[in-house]
Nanobody
Framework: QVQLVESGGGLVQAGGSLRLSCAAS????????MGWFRQAPGKDREFVGS????????YYADSVKGRFTISRDNAKNTLYLQMNNLKPEDTAVYYC???????????WGQGTQVTVSS
């Protein structure tokens, strides 16, 4: 089992920045990729970006490219999402997830709210 706990959400004005953290615990050695997703009110959950847990490859949704950056600290088993130049449309609950590369996202955090005011 892997446990994921997000933190760092909050209220920020448009153009501002936030950094989300996702602390992983448990059988973290089994993780292949970790990612960030978000869900805005009334909308489906959408992919934000991901990073290989044992490499450096990253992928981003077009909507956040150039504004969001994913990084990790393996010593702390923590994944980060640096969000810059935030827009009101970035308002959502942000979730981190982990996959064992078995064709699905196996573990999810509880989510953290990000609200961007105009």
């Amino acid at each position: 089992q892997v446990q994921l706990v997000e933190s760092g959400g909050g209220l920020v004005q448009a153009g501002g920045s936030l950094r989300l953290s996702c602390a992983a615990s448990g059988r973290t050695f089994s993780i292949q990729t970790m990612g960030w997703f978000r869900q805005a009110p009334g909308k489906d959950r959408e992919f934000v970006g991901s990073m290989r847990w044992h490499g450096s490859s990253t992928y981003y949704a077009d909507s956040v490219k150039g504004r969001f950056t994913i990084s990790r600290d393996n010593a702390k088993n923590t994944l980060y999402l640096q969000m810059n130049n935030l827009k009101p449309e970035d308002t959502a609950v942000y979730y981190c997830a982990a996959t064992l590369d078995l064709g699905r996202w196996d573990y999810w955090g509880q989510g953290t709210q990000v609200t961007v005011s105009s």
